[in-house]
């Protein structure tokens, strides 16, 4: 891996290792006790619907984020992870924040920001959802240690939406953003 | 994905009768494994045999986390020590199931 963005994974193979994780990640038993709701293009874009409950909300209470995980880089690299609009599945800067998250004292390392513009690809204004398990993360100006990078083989689309999960459970998920 | 179940043998010797299940998920890789814990053993222990059912070795930013009464909980040292008993009937944990949660890269909020 490079210090200087992700590279493009032949499709075929991006397509075959996304759609062997998305059937890994349909027989995971989190699916069913978290109330994740998985839907695969059938090509390399994998949304997943989450429940995200805030310390004050009743048990049967929940608010439903959309996150988009586009695995053309997969899984040589993480999945591209953005928080989406849930019937147009995309983001449009400055217009769709009310899809994000906000999030307070998470323990361990994550940024949602709402229009990131430090990415390697000059001019690039986007959401970035930035921990070393999202795509984003290595295309901007982020270096983990080696003992956190993304791991071909170790790593899959449970390790990124499982992580994104917990941000959104009592007590760091405080309601939408904007 | 593989669900690893062990079962100790020598409940007696481990702390008299009874034994609980406690469920683990190693959230880097998603794998799963289910320790069946008699009631003298500590947390700390359960979740040593948790590691090693997993194939995994714990890493000092390794967090071991719950659904506690009042949302995700971490495992602390005074948890850790706890006896299995002590640890069920209490009630501390809602599902009995923990997350083995490793520190990825990034900036902390």
Sequence with gaps: ?178 | MTNKVKEKPDREKDGGEGHHAFGFTYDDTGETAEVNAPNGWTMQRVIDEAYEDLGETAKPDDRVEFTGAQGTAVMTPELRAMKVKDFVQRGISTENQFHIVSKPGGATS
């Excluded at chain 1, 994740?36 to 009743?58: H, K, Q």
């Design chain 1, 1 to 178: 891996m490079s210090n200087v963005g992700t590279a493009p994974v032949a499709r075929a193979l991006a397509r075959a290792a996304t759609g062997r994780d998305v059937e890994r990640l349909l027989v995971h038993p989190d699916v069913k006790r978290c109330g994740w709701t998985v839907v695969y293009d059938g090509d390399v874009v994998v949304t997943v619907t989450l429940p995200a409950r805030r310390a004050d909300y009743a048990l049967d209470r929940s608010d439903l984020f959309v996150l988009a995980l586009n695995c053309d880089s997969y899984d040589s690299w993480p999945p591209e992870t953005k928080f989406v609009e849930p019937t147009t599945r995309s983001y449009v800067v400055g217009k769709d924040i009310n899809v994000l998250p906000s999030i307070t004292n998470f323990p361990q390392p994550l940024g949602i920001h709402p229009a990131f513009n430090n990415f390697h690809e000059r001019g690039r204004i986007d959401q970035l959802v930035c921990f070393s398990f999202t795509r984003g993360y290595y295309d901007s100006s982020h270096q983990p240690q080696p003992h956190e990078r993304w791991v071909q083989g170790r790593h899959w689309l449970y390790s990124t939406v499982r992580y994104l999960y917990r941000a959104l459970q009592p007590p760091y998920y405080q309601g939408r953003l904007g």
